[in-house]
């Protein structure tokens, strides 16, 4: 159980998705390198992995309002600051900090310090992953935030960033076989995104993930749903008020 968690966790490096001369998916992080190489029993895992490195890739892709972490409960993530609520499904769950710190190997010893993104101590955060039960399933649903003074792109517009984070992974995961959709708008808990579609298809691995973004002043808030199923935009737009 988890209860009242602040969200975040540091993220610093590049990841890069590639196959190697034994046809093994594999991705590194300076020295850090993890490799599936039984696809039949690790379906979910390189899914997961995919969705991950999405987050990662685009997490370095690009560098007034106040914008502070929000808090996760056991059903619910909601942040006042952006005027927003996630609720997840009844049979999904939250990841813990250390389980996303262990899923994509970062610190998560800055947690206590409340002005973690304003301070720009680091540029990013992952705010939450909530993902289903089902293991049949890769359905889940990410968020994070972005501090784009630092990196001098706070004028950088959403349109701008939506394009920077398609060229991201198509040039960083070219075994994903990436396309993607035009941008369009929807309404997340009363507030617009813009968003595309990207499907992923690697292997015998389809995967459609809907990349949402909204800037917040000097902040970039950048929401992932993934989905192997078929499920829509509005099936994740509806776990937002």
């Not at 250390?98 to 310090?113: G, H, P, R, T, V």
């Not at 902040?219 to 737009?237: L, N, P, Q, R, W």
């Amino acid at each position: 159980m988890i209860t009242n968690r602040k969200g975040a966790f540091a993220t610093k490096g590049t990841f890069l998705l590639a196959l190697d001369k034994g046809d093994r998916l594999c991705y590194n992080k300076g020295s850090i390198q993890k490799e599936v190489t039984d696809m039949s029993m690790t379906k979910r895992t390189v899914a997961l992995l995919l969705t991950v490195l999405t987050v990662a890739l685009l997490l370095c892709a690009c560098g007034g309002t106040s914008v502070k972490r929000g808090e996760t409960t056991d059903d619910t993530y909601k942040n006042e600051s952006l005027d927003m609520t996630f609720t997840k499904p009844d049979d999904w769950i939250f990841y813990t900090d250390k389980q996303l710190a262990d899923l994509m190997n970062m610190s998560y010893d800055l947690f206590e310090d409340e002005d973690l993104i304003e301070s720009a101590k680091v540029t990013t955060v992952f705010e939450f992953m909530a993902i289903s039960r089902d293991t049949k399933s890769n359905n889940n649903v990410n968020m994070t935030l972005e501090n784009l003074k630092p990196s001098k792109s706070t004028k950088i517009s959403v349109e701008e960033y939506a394009e920077i984070s398609r060229n991201t992974l198509r040039e960083q995961m070219p075994n994903a076989n990436y396309t993607f959709g035009e941008n369009d708008t929807v309404d997340l808990g009363g507030q617009e995104y813009l968003y595309f579609e990207a499907n992923a298809h690697y292997s015998e691995i389809e995967m459609t993930q809907y990349l949402f973004m909204r800037k917040v002043g000097n902040y970039m808030v950048c929401i992932t749903a993934t989905s192997s199923d078929g499920k829509d935009v509005s099936y994740f737009a509806d776990m937002f008020s």
